[in-house]
């Protein structure tokens, strides 16, 4: 069983016992049931699946087999163990204590029992989840969070790069590339018309020539930037997709002489969701548990477009739109690339985790009676890996 250690009685709390589990299990995606969970991973996980043609011949009174091969189908669930260590100083505990931990006077200001698991849960437990839902769809090399050795390539980069996904390219739609001219030191981006572009899209480069550097990043190409027009043939490249929760603003060093971006706003969302539903196969399409991935910036363009395209009707920006493409559910993704979107089963993608195993634990330490430091430790250790089933049934958009 997941051990849930405390090294004294000084700690204590009944929302621990589903710590572990909710770090895991309660990331955006998994709640919403855009995965499926498989527990008990323990070791690599075969994903097999034995797929077929079909024959109708004549009527025969011997047996004839079809004369056909079964193709045989896997794919794997290799888990990674993972930590979350952090160290606090007890004085910086002193908020979340509770009310009733510590009574008024004189002789109760002592370092009296603190329920953890409050503490746990209002500093670190949305952050664990949020972590583990990038890890998942980004994968360790696009996560900033992880830092751990072993290989977490994500489900977004290996859809992307299996040879059996249906890929498009974002930059094949007129409507949703642009050419450039020149990059500036300050990240002034130079076009032949900003006409197309409004302040706060995001904008992916696919192809960048020049010297130019994101002071965090890197190199420009496969990065995305929220947009602020300067003026009818020049942008500003604000802020880096990356950094959405930390509100950086972008830096860069050197310049570019040429390039090319693609993105999706309202003006063109509907033509760029016209051409993935066109291209969703149809026996994919009308499964029940099919939808559209998009990331959350696509979504909100989508209910922009609506919005627009329903002038006449009373509350046309003032109501919520449904998040819907004829029929098919769209699922706003919080932790996507930018300007991608994906097409699958949610039977299709796997995510394993071993809530059961020794691996899975959280541990607790106070300090002071043992080294007489005034400090806390914690540490919590998961056990997770994701996998498709069938490749060549998933869509993939890419910018």
């Not at 997941?2 to 000084?10: C, I, S, V």
């Not at 007890?90 to 510590?102: A, F, R």
């Not at 020149?182 to 192809?207: H, K, M, R, Y």
């Amino acid at each position: 069983m997941a051990q849930f250690t405390f090294t004294n009685n000084t700690y204590a709390g009944e929302a621990l016992a589903g710590f572990m589990a909710s770090t895991l299990l309660e990331a955006d995606s998994v709640k919403r049931g855009l995965l499926t969970v498989i527990n008990d991973v323990k070791s690599r996980k075969l994903i097999l699946d034995v797929d077929d043609d079909i024959v109708l011949q004549n009527p025969s009174g011997m047996f004839n087999d079809q004369g056909t091969t079964a193709t045989q189908t896997e794919s794997y669930l290799d888990p990674v163990v993972y930590e979350f260590m952090k160290q606090e100083q007890w004085d910086k505990l002193v908020n979340s204590w509770e009310s009733q931990s510590i009574k008024p006077g004189a002789f109760s200001d002592y370092e009296g029992t603190i329920d953890l698991s409050d503490f746990l849960v209002q500093r670190y437990l949305t952050k664990i989840q949020i972590a583990n839902e990038r890890l998942y769809w980004l994968g360790k090399s696009n996560v900033l969070e992880a830092s751990f050795s072993a290989a977490f390539p994500g489900l977004l980069p290996k859809i992307a790069g299996n040879a059996d996904t249906y890929k498009v390219n974002l930059s094949g739609n007129p409507a949703a590339g642009m050419s450039v001219t020149g990059i500036s030191a300050l990240g002034v981006v130079t076009v032949n018309s900003t006409a197309g572009l409004v302040a706060g899209d995001i904008i992916t480069f696919t192809a960048v020539d020049g010297t130019i550097e994101d002071d965090l990043y890197g190199e420009l190409t496969g990065q995305s930037y929220t947009i602020n027009n300067v003026t009818a043939t020049t942008f500003k490249l604000q802020r880096n997709y990356n950094e959405v929760n930390k509100r950086r603003n972008a830096t860069f060093t050197g310049t570019a002489t040429a390039g090319a971006f693609s993105y999706i706003n309202a003006g063109n969302v509907i033509s760029v969701l016209q051409s993935v539903y066109a291209q969703l196969d149809y026996a994919d399409r009308v499964q029940p548990d099919f939808k559209i991935l998009i990331p959350l910036h696509v979504a909100l363009a989508y209910k922009e477009a609506q919005a627009a395209r329903a002038l006449n009707v009373l509350g046309a920006f003032s109501e919520d739109k449904k998040l819907e493409y004829l029929g098919i559910p769209l699922e706003p993704m919080n932790h996507f690339f930018a300007n991608c979107i994906v097409g699958a089963r949610t039977s299709n993608l796997f995510l394993g985790v071993d809530l059961l195993g020794d691996v899975s634990e959280l541990s607790t330490v106070y300090l002071k009676p043992y080294t007489n430091d005034n400090v806390v430790r914690m540490k919590a250790r998961m056990k997770a890996a994701t996998e498709v089933k069938f490749y060549n049934e998933v869509f993939y958009l890419g910018a």
